[in-house]
């Protein structure tokens, strides 16, 4: 079986977007941008799933109260990961390789910061949400 070639067009909604301290820290160190990485997750591009775990996430497009799941491997050594995770309000970006742990320890004072998507009156503009 192979794999459905992501789309041009976001095949869902993130909802409110949500990306842990720790998360960010990885792509900034990575130069990876956020917004690209939510691109190609609400786009279909999830090279790392095998085909199992991307027929799981096109079902559950198909379902109102699905979870959508991809990771996304940041460095060579594939110690540097971030896991995004959409529920139906909400996209979530972790931090989640073998960097995590450390990352998430310098992190658990801090809250998570929420922005959300933004609107066709205000495009490309990401709101804070408190």
Do not use: C
């Not at 990306?19 to 190609?40: F, K, N």
């Not at 799941?69 to 970006?93: A, H, K």
């Amino acid at each position: 079986m192979t794999n459905p070639v992501p789309s041009t067009e976001a095949l869902f909604a993130s909802g409110v977007f949500t990306i842990t301290p720790a998360a960010l820290d990885v792509l900034a160190a990575h130069a990876v941008s956020g917004s690209e990485l939510l691109e190609r997750f609400l786009t279909g591009d999830w090279p790392e799933l095998d085909p199992r775990e991307r027929l799981a996430n096109l079902d559950a497009l198909t379902r109102s109260n699905a979870v959508v799941v991809s990771r996304y491997t940041l460095d060579q050594l594939g110690q540097d990961q971030v896991t995004l995770i959409s529920e139906p309000d909400r996209l979530t970006i972790l931090a989640t390789g073998k960097q995590a742990k450390r990352l998430l320890g310098q992190h658990i004072p801090r809250t998570l910061i929420s922005l959300a998507a933004p609107t066709e009156d205000e495009p490309g503009l990401w709101r804070i949400v408190r």
